[in-house]
């Protein structure tokens, strides 16, 4: 033990005595919206794993599922001139970020690791901007679950998870009659957007899904299958109990634990929350994909900002590096609810539902009914999404036709467009 406690300090006088400058140690401060239970104990995971390879971390956290609270934060640090060094940031807003030159590249640490060798192609070209990675992917989350307390179905005599809509609306109507609240929602704009998409999915099919959402065709915007999403938007209205406005996610998700209502249709960070609670899967709680052919992919990746200083460039390079270790992204995604952004690492500890997500991707791939989502930022611009986001929570607090919902939203997208 001659390191640590006597060479090192000395070592350490001996630089400044000499006028070197003490040695850049990494340090990040990261920006995220993980505060839920799930959630902020998944990213306390890449926290203790940055600490432990001598990093300092300085936590930002912006409390608001979704992100959007997020976003309007780094708008206003990169306007100041004053980014963070990493943030949590996905989809084409890593672009959008990029084409400002508001970005760095850890291109670097990508070929010495050879991340294109590990990860889907689809989610690395959206992870680079003009070839070089900007931004290092930490999991794929599934949007179309639906999630259930098992004990309240069986009250209300319901022996399986629907498989249809009109399943999920026969299943909806018994548990009304037995007085149990059947769907736990929060009324959040990027939520009621979650259940949308999820039913475009299920009601139109993938190939429709991909037009509307995110060619953003105006033929499949206002056609009689986007009507019918919104009719079964209207009748999921009906089964959300009084207190649903503005009720975060995860007090929606509590709700399901609880027994106070039977099902919720969110992504499986959900799932997280339920771990972080003790719950076990299969027993306290069930997943199934929501009814329809496909699966909706969120993705949720760290983008390394422009910043100056050894010590930030070097803290990006150790994140990026860390976060794309098999290791890491295995204890994340335990914890988070998703599955790895890597495509080599073992699933043996993950859950049924984990390796369901799995399965399903991969045969979402090879059918070509892989759709990116919409609302949680995978699919179009914040400005497009933005209107979709609008309309679609005006639709669900109104009584707007469904016929004027989609002409409303037409029209939105094309002045957004
Ligand atoms: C999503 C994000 C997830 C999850 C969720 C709720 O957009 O991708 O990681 O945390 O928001 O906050």
């Known amino acids: 033990m001659f390191h640590g406690n006597r060479i090192l300090p000395l070592v350490a006088v001996a630089g400044l005595a000499l006028g070197g400058a003490a040695r850049a140690e990494p340090t990040v401060e990261v920006l995220h919206w993980w505060t839920s239970g799930g959630e902020a104990k998944a990213v306390g995971e890449l926290k203790n794993s940055f600490e432990a390879a001598g990093g300092t971390w300085i936590d930002s956290p ?54 294109d060798a590990v990860l889907p192609p689809a989610l690395a070209a959206i992870m680079k901007y003009n070839g070089n990675y900007v931004a290092a992917p930490v999991n794929i989350h599934r949007v179309d679950w639906i999630w259930a307390n098992p004990e309240v179905l069986a009250k209300a005599g319901i022996e399986a998870m629907p498989t249809t809509w009109d399943e999920f609306n026969a299943a909806a109507d018994k548990l009304m009659a037995a007085g149990i609240t059947p769907l736990a929602h929060g009324g959040q704009p990027w939520q009621d957007a979650t259940i949308f998409e999820d039913v475009v999915l299920g009601v139109g099919g993938a190939d429709f899904f991909r037009k509307a959402l995110v060619e953003l065709d105006n033929d499949a915007l206002t056609s009689d299958t986007m009507v ?34 039977a099902f919720q249709i969110m992504g499986d960070w959900a799932k997280g929350e339920f771990l972080a609670a003790g719950k076990v899967p299969g027993k306290d709680f069930i997943c199934a994909p929501t009814p329809g052919q496909g699966f909706v992919l969120n993705s949720d990746s760290f983008t390394f900002f422009k910043v100056k200083g050894d010590d930030n460039i070097k803290g990006q390079k150790l994140l990026a590096s860390l976060i794309m270790s098999p290791e890491f992204q295995k204890t994340f995604n335990l914890a988070k609810g998703s599955i790895p952004a890597r495509t080599d690492v073992a699933l043996d500890a993950f859950d049924d539902c984990a390796k369901l997500s799995h399965a399903d991707l991969l045969k979402a791939i090879e059918a070509d009914t892989l759709v990116p989502s919409m609302a949680h930022e995978m699919a179009v611009s914040r400005s497009v999404r933005g209107e979709f986001l609008d309309l679609v929570t005006e639709f669900f607090n109104s009584d707007m036709s469904s016929q004027d919902a989609v002409q409303q939203l037409a029209d939105a997208v094309k002045r957004a467009m």
Request: charged content about 20%; glycine content about 14%.
């Open 228 to 261: 019918a999403a919104f009719d079964q938007l209207r009748k999921m209205r009906g089964y959300v109990d009084p207190n649903f406005s503005g009720r975060d996610w995860n007090l929606a998700t509590g709700m399901v634990m609880r027994g106070e209502a």
């Open 62 to 115: 912006i409390a608001g599922g979704g992100g959007d609270a997020a976003m309007t934060a780094l708008r206003a640090r990169v306007v100041a001139g004053n980014p963070p060094t990493a943030v949590q940031l996905k989809g084409p807003g890593i672009q959008e970020w990029a084409e400002q030159g508001a970005l760095n590249d850890v291109q670097d640490v990508a070929t010495a690791e050879d991340w």
